[in-house]
T-cell receptor, first 117, second 109 residues
Framework: EAEVAQSPRYKITEKSQAVAFWCDPI?????LYWYRQILGQGPELLVQ????????DSQLPKDRFSAERLKGVDSTLKIQPAELGDSAMYLC???????????????FGEGSRLTVL | QKEVEQDPGPLSVPEGAIVSLNCTYS??????FMWYRQYSRKGPELLMY????GNKEDGRFTAQVDKSSKYISLFIRDSQPSDSATYLC?????????FGQGTRLTINP
């Protein structure tokens, strides 16, 4: 069964360091999302890609966060410098359709859990 | 005030009980409604989605939407220990998906 792959699963870093997360969506899925889920809360969208183009990054803290999907396949989310408040689960999801949010057809990876010390 | 409100629980019930999970929302622009299940240290997975008011059944799960009251529910019949997870409601408007906080559910054998 096709899955969304994410790495690393766990990352511990000190504040002010740089950290990067990688996501490989399900093959053929044009839409890719990065969500942040703080412990005890629901996921919140950081950035949405349609192929290699950013569709929505209105909630991405652009002073420290960046995301790219250069060839419209896999994606990288970077944080530099990391802050204590960035500790969270970073979830990648993909969808075969741009309207996948309307049918819930988002397939999530297992996430990358970040702890900033 | 959050757009989507969900009681975080935790909720603990005995095996075989009927479970009721609920969310309220404030924005009438929401048109699509979903329930996700999230096991510990895993990503969310879609359980059900609905568009219109009314009930939708899938096995032991029933999703209910009341747009007039801005209230959605998920019922789990004959609950099993394997149903222990966090349940997230979610709803979409203008191509944006907004999640509730999640309710942590434990089914005790």
């Amino acid at each position: 069964e096709a899955e969304v792959a994410q790495s690393p699963r766990y990352k511990i870093t000190e504040k002010s360091q740089a950290v990067a997360f990688w996501c490989d969506p399900i093959s053929g899925h044009a839409t890719l999302y990065w969500y942040r889920q703080i412990l005890g809360q629901g996921p919140e969208l950081l950035v949405q890609f349609q192929d290699e183009s950013v569709v929505d990054d209105s909630q991405l803290p652009k002073d420290r966060f960046s995301a790219e999907r250069l060839k419209g396949v896999d994606s990288t989310l970077k944080i530099q410098p990391a802050e204590l408040g960035d500790s969270a689960m970073y979830l990648c999801a993909s969808s075969p359709l741009s309207g996948g949010v309307n049918t819930g057809e988002l397939f999530f990876g297992e996430g990358s859990r970040l702890t900033v010390l | 005030q959050k757009e989507v409100e969900q009681d975080p629980g935790p909720l603990s019930v005995p095996e075989g009980a009927i479970v009721s999970l609920n969310c309220t929302y404030s924005n009438s622009a929401f048109q699509y409604f979903m329930w996700y299940r999230q096991y510990s240290r895993k990503g969310p997975e879609l359980l059900m989605y609905t568009y219109s008011s009314g009930n939708k059944e899938d096995g032991r799960f029933t999703a209910q939407v009341d747009k007039s009251s801005k209230y959605i529910s998920l019922f789990i019949r004959d609950s099993q220990p394997s149903d222990s997870a966090t349940y997230l409601c979610a709803m979409s408007r203008a191509q944006k998906l907004v999640f509730g906080q999640g309710t942590r559910l434990t089914i005790n054998p």
